[in-house]
């Protein structure tokens, strides 16, 4: 019988490419979600019957244990680019992790895989700071555990191209004078990963003993400034929107005062928070942690990049369709 694999924060943007990707290599997959009246699609990702949608809430232990009934291995994806309410950084972040590896400690399970993110340390930003300490709670409780940093993930349903793409699109109405934002003056260093990479990395992390007690940075083929990225976005999106400095001292402030206002708006997410700021002073690139180890030392080698798959979904912010030819000034 094939393992059986369960997924912690499965139906969020990489949650889903990393079910997909088990259930191609014929993994059984179990979900663990708070709702999972809302995980239906997830099934069609597998064979009749190889994927489960069971209800699980990391602040309940007893529906952790359930989860884990016969569980083999444990994938942890549960994380929050911003806060609302009790989706909070040290909930989900630091608390989560710590769980789960104690639920899983407890059952015998060895093979536990938890994405962190690249940038994660002890100072800085508070998204930063939680995701160093949430890997330390997950090794403490289960030393075994392969540690997954990515940078920028990237993709159809992504949170970073598919923000400053809409931005592009209705720069008049953002409240930066209708323009993107070169926050710290767009120095700052991505290394963009594919989703679907990410997920190959998840399965082979697994499925390699020698990656159990190891700390992976995962990027991209390429790096490029924060600058660079929004030049990338409005060529994609075929949007002349004005690339405005924005510096640190007034992108912080600015920063928060947008995430308070949008507390207000439950259902939206802020456009910046100062936390986000805070972690733009630092770049994110492969190399930060010299003890680390890369996606080529996973087995993961055939790397995607932006310009390979972001126009695939950028093309919905042009100002004409998908197939139509970009059109020139009369």
């Known amino acids: 019988m094939s393992d059986l694999v369960v997924v912690f924060g499965g139906a969020g943007f990489i949650g889903k490419q990393v079910v997909r990707a088990l259930a191609k290599r014929g993994k059984r997959v179990r979900v663990a979600m708070r709702r999972p009246h809302l995980g239906h699609e997830l099934r069609l990702m597998g064979d009749v019957g190889q994927i489960q949608i069971v209800q699980a809430n990391v602040r309940f232990p007893e529906s952790m244990a359930a989860a884990l009934e016969g569980a083999d291995a444990v994938v942890n994806l549960v994380a929050v680019l911003h806060e609302s309410g009790k989706q909070n950084f040290e909930t989900l972040h630091v608390e989560a992790p710590r769980a789960i590896a104690e639920a ?33 709670a997950m090794l403490e409780a289960a030393s075994s555990a392969t540690i ?19 931005m592009a699109q209705t720069a008049a109405a953002i409240p930066i004078f209708g323009a993107l934002p070169l926050i710290g003056g767009g120095k700052t260093k991505f290394q963009p990963v594919y989703v679907g990479d990410v997920a190959d990395a998840v399965v082979a992390a697994l499925d390699n003993p020698q990656a159990q007690g190891r700390v992976y940075e995962l990027g991209g083929p390429h790096i490029y400034s924060f600058k660079e990225l929004m030049q ?36 939206a997410a802020p456009p910046l928070t100062g936390d986000q700021v805070t972690m733009l002073h630092n770049d994110n690139i492969v190399g930060a942690d010299p003890a680390a180890l890369t996606l080529q030392d996973l087995g993961v080698t055939q790397l995607e990049s932006i310009e390979s798959i972001a126009p695939t979904y950028l093309w919905r912010f042009r100002p004409y369709g998908q197939f139509q030819t970009r059109q020139s000034p009369a």
């Not at 400690?105 to 939680?130: C, D, E, M, P, Q």
């Open 232 to 267: 990338f976005i409005r060529r994609e999106t075929d949007r002349n929107a004005p690339l405005a400095h924005l510096p640190f001292v007034l992108a912080h402030p600015l920063g928060l005062v947008l995430e308070w206002v949008f507390k207000l708006v439950p259902f």
């Open 148 to 166: 997954l940093r990515p940078s920028i993930v990237f993709g159809p349903e992504d949170h970073f191209f598919n923000r400053f793409g809409a």
């Open 104 to 136: 899983a400690a407890k059952r015998g399970i060895k093979r536990i895989v938890h994405v962190s993110a690249l940038g994660a340390a002890a100072k800085g930003a508070r998204y930063a700071r939680t995701k160093y300490r949430g890997e330390r």
